[in-house]
């Protein structure tokens, strides 16, 4: 994990998001980033909260923002792009039904 990564899992955290991992998807042909960072949230509010604080983590930490932020809309999926890793905020149900981390079964996964 990269000092990125770190501020990032901090904001999630301090946001109260709940089952946060992170997939290293280095070595992997086809991958769009090095890392993913999986977490959820039971509100669409929380889920906000949680994509903003970690842009504003970020920003403190690195002085750098998001190449893009999606998702803000609706609040079941918010992707927060960093280029070398995504964060993926989800609401809990859509979590349990997208269910990521099953598309990369071979990854690293790093719980916290």
Request: include cysteine; charge should be negative; aromatic fraction near 10%.
């Given at each position: 994990?990269s000092?990125?990564?770190?501020?990032?899992?901090?904001?999630?955290?301090?946001?109260?998001?709940?089952?946060?991992?992170?997939?290293?998807?280095?070595g992997?042909?086809?991958?769009?980033?090095?890392?993913?960072?999986?977490?959820?949230?039971?509100?669409?509010?929380?889920?906000?909260?949680?994509?903003?604080?970690?842009?504003?983590q970020?920003?403190?930490?690195?002085?750098?923002?998001?190449?893009r932020k999606?998702?803000?809309?609706?609040?079941?999926?918010?992707?927060?792009?960093?280029?070398?890793?995504?964060v993926?905020?989800?609401r809990?149900e859509s979590?349990?039904?997208?269910?990521?981390?099953d598309l990369?079964?071979?990854?690293?996964?790093?719980?916290?």
């Amino acid at each position: 994990m990269s000092k990125l990564s770190d501020s990032i899992v901090a904001a999630i955290e301090d946001k109260k998001g709940q089952s946060i991992v992170s997939l290293d998807l280095r070595g992997f042909d086809g991958a769009v980033c090095d890392e993913f960072i999986v977490c959820n949230a039971d509100s669409g509010t929380q889920v906000i909260a949680i994509a903003d604080g970690i842009e504003e983590q970020v920003f403190k930490d690195h002085h750098e923002w998001p190449v893009r932020k999606e998702g803000m809309e609706n609040a079941l999926w918010v992707i927060v792009d960093y280029g070398d890793v995504v964060v993926h905020v989800f609401r809990t149900e859509s979590r349990e039904f997208y269910r990521l981390e099953d598309l990369w079964a071979d990854a690293i996964i790093k719980k916290f």
